[in-house]
């Protein structure tokens, strides 16, 4: 649904019945619990330009606050068009700061502190003092919990007794030592006539309450307040928001306790469902006609919501039917990525355009299998809210030490240090260690792209040929990389679920959506597992038309596919999904197929039998394939086993398939590969087929 210019008496005509009710209640406090894809800015918009309309709002006397600088300036073209031009539409922080500005030189003299870009070197500088030793992960980590502990209304002195309390946690630091350099960090922005955004509410908090004359002043200038996603507000931003209104209760908020997943940065969706309590009178109005997806999506969508313990708006779908949610389990997240790219390869095929398409996962680091699966096949993406994989500073950093490593262990008589061995020294000189961080944040995240540099570096040396170097495996991040790198105007989107909240997208993929991923394995107490459903309810309701959900039951091919899907898709799998999660298809055997013996090492189960049992495929032919993927690898400029690994030659050397239907059903080729390699593998095994009946 589009806005268009109205005359007065059209405004409220093009709005369904209960936009029409939101528009229509002009005083006293106002409610409005939107649905996702409700029109909720529709409503709110069309509100606020009725009553200009209608002369009871003064346009000037309106404050309208949202909480992002793009959602602000969708709500000032709206209602430019609608004919209230002089609105304010602003951010929390970017109302205050103006207050500030225009205040501070009067009534406390001198310049208003500078406020600083980043709170990094304020943090360092608290470090320095305290001598306690930091990397960039840690020194966001640390901006970020400081962020949460001033907008939560805690101080310094009351940091280490509350967060125990709330279950926040900074890693490789106990409370008290945040405490202090949280204190520290106040310490250092004072010296230096700086402040912070939190500051920016707290000094207009602080000068509001102690300055009658000030807050006369704003409260006279605003008289109408609108909040949009209400259910993202902090307690310094009610508490903010309080004194604009000064006991006044001319106020509506918009919002949707379904899409509440910022808890861990200081939201609080109580402020929302508690409004009627704290405003008797308030009217309370439901949207929940969903205009962005179709009734598949929507169905899916409310399941996932079913059952909770609490009601939120159960969306009605308004558009036309459209294809079924799809739900695809992978034996592993290399294999899931194939499926992803090609889908998407297909829906473009078919005249959906790239930048209407989005790849959404839980982490950052889950995007790297699905920029190298999206650039293998030449499709444009775009990562957002994120450095693409091989830019960031991490694994930069990583693989120019692995660079150093491998030209070290060259040169030394011993030498042939395998690769695994290589990226663990690497990786744990950065700090790594094999086991995750127990926190969530800029270290977690780290640790992830480190790790998923691990498991390529054993992946490789699990699957690759014998030859195979950790020369080889440089060569091969640098493809990556420089694919990677491709200009990708107009792409697919990849973005966390977080990045993707206010978005939409026609198709949308869902991936990595197992136990673990989904809900986090650190999600443990059940506010916070049922955050983590409500992040993916506002992943699905991003989709208009096309959603697929997947999930891998291993991380890396032939390794143990134990992996189950989200239990909060229980109610919604079908049956071949759910047996295809029990049971991964037979891409690798438990035991060997030739003596029957358990399998142990993730070679082993790739191959499907013992690395002491002889082999039952045709050696000759196996010779052959091998022959030809050098071939083919030398055509392309990459190593041998980007074509097919070893593993895979095996397979198709014993299993003589005869017809693509034959090729797929072995492990290691996926469709991609098989359109780009399937004529002429089946031209080698034939040739060795038509010398057989000879």
């Known amino acids: ?188 922005k004072r010296s230096q006539a700086r402040m912070d955004m939190e500051d920016v509410l707290l000094l207009t908090a602080g000068m509001l309450a102690e300055e009658e004359r000030v807050a006369a002043m704003v409260r006279a200038q605003y008289k109408w307040f609108v909040v949009d996603e209400f259910q993202d507000v902090s307690p310094l931003q009610s508490a903010l928001l ?44 439901e949207l929940s006609r969903n205009y962005r997806s179709s009734p598949e999506v929507v169905d899916a969508a409310n399941a996932v919501l079913a059952g909770t313990g609490w009601t939120p708006v159960r969306l009605r779908a308004q558009r036309a039917a459209g294809p079924p949610v799809r739900y695809t389990p992978a034996p592993d997240e290399v294999a899931e990525a194939d499926a992803v790219a090609d889908a998407v390869g297909a829906l473009m095929r078919d005249g959906v355009p790239a930048s209407e398409i989005a790849v959404l996962f839980r982490i950052n680091a889950q995007s790297e299998a699905f920029e190298e699966a999206l650039a293998s096949r030449g499709l444009p993406y775009v990562v957002r809210g994120a450095a693409r994989f091989f830019e960031r500073p991490e694994v930069r950093q990583a693989v120019t030490l692995l660079r150093a490593a491998v ?48 498991t390529m570096a054993q992946e490789a040396d699990e699957t690759s040929p014998s030859d195979f170097t950790a020369s080889d495996f440089l060569a091969d991040l640098d493809r990556r990389a420089a694919e990677q790198h491709a200009p990708a105007a107009g792409g697919v989107t990849l973005a966390t679920l977080h990045a993707a909240k206010g978005l939409e997208w026609d198709a949308v993929f869902l991936a990595g959506m197992h136990d673990g991923a989904m809900p986090l394995t650190h999600a443990t107490t059940d506010a916070e597992i049922e955050e983590e459903r409500r992040l993916l309810y506002v992943g699905m309701t991003r989709a208009r038309e096309h959603l697929v959900l997947s999930w891998a039951a291993a991380r890396t091919p032939g390794g143990r596919g134990n992996r189950q899907p989200s239990r909060f898709l229980d109610a919604l799998l079908p049956a071949s999904a759910r047996a295809a999660s ?113």
């Open 407 to 454: 030209r070290t262990d060259e040169r030394t008589d011993e030498g042939g240090s395998s690769l695994p061995d290589l990226m663990r020294a690497t990786l744990a000189g950065m700090g790594w260690a094999a086991e995750a961080p127990t926190t969530r944040g800029q270290t977690r995240d780290r640790w992830e792209s480190l790790q998923a540099l691990m």
């Open 582 to 694: 029990a049971k991964p298809k037979g891409r690798r055997a438990a035991h060997c197929r030739e003596c029957g013996r358990p399998l142990s090492s993730a070679a082993e189960k790739k191959r499907g039998r013992c690395a002491d049992c002889p082999a039952s495929y045709d050696e000759e032919l196996f010779e052959r394939l091998r022959a030809w993927r050098k071939a083919r690898a030398d055509e392309e400029s990459v190593p041998a086993f980007v074509v097919f690994t070893d593993a895979t030659l095996q397979l198709i050397a014993e299993q003589r398939p005869t017809s693509s239907a034959g090729l797929l059903r072995i492990s290691g080729v996926g469709p991609a590969k098989l359109e780009r390699y399937g004529e002429e593998l089946l031209e080698v095994v034939g040739q060795d087929l038509a010398g057989l009946s000879g």
């Open 242 to 285: 309080d004194l604009w209104l000064g006991g006044r209760d001319e106020i509506c908020v918009v919002g949707d306790p379904a899409q509440t997943i910022y808890s861990f940065a200081g939201a609080d969706a109580s402020y929302l469902r508690a409004f009627p309590r704290k405003f008797p009178g308030t009217t309370s109005v």
């Open 1 to 188: 649904m589009t806005d268009s210019p109205h005359p007065p008496r059209d405004l409220l005509g093009a709005l369904d019945p209960e936009q029409r009710e939101v528009a229509e209640a002009l005083r006293g406090p106002v409610r409005v619990l939107a649905g996702a894809g409700t029109g909720k800015t529709r409503a709110i918009t069309h509100r606020i330009a009725h009553g200009v309309a209608q002369g009871i709002y003064v346009p000037t006397e309106v404050l309208a606050v949202a909480f992002t600088t793009r959602a602000a300036g969708e709500m000032r073209g709206r209602l430019h068009r609608l004919g209230a031009p002089g609105v304010q539409a602003r951010t929390f922080h970017s109302a205050a700061l103006r207050q500030l500005r225009w205040f501070w030189p009067t009534t406390y003299g001198g310049e208003l502190p500078t406020l600083t870009e980043s709170k990094i070197p304020l943090v360092v500088g608290a470090a320095r003092r305290l001598r306690v030793q930091t990397d960039q992960a840690l020194l966001r980590d640390l901006a970020s919990e400081i962020e949460w502990a001033k907008v939560s209304n805690v101080g310094p002195d009351d940091y280490a007794r509350v967060a125990g309390g709330r279950g926040r946690a900074v890693a490789g630091l106990d409370h008290e030592t945040v405490g202090r350099l949280f204190a520290g960090y106040e310490e250092v």
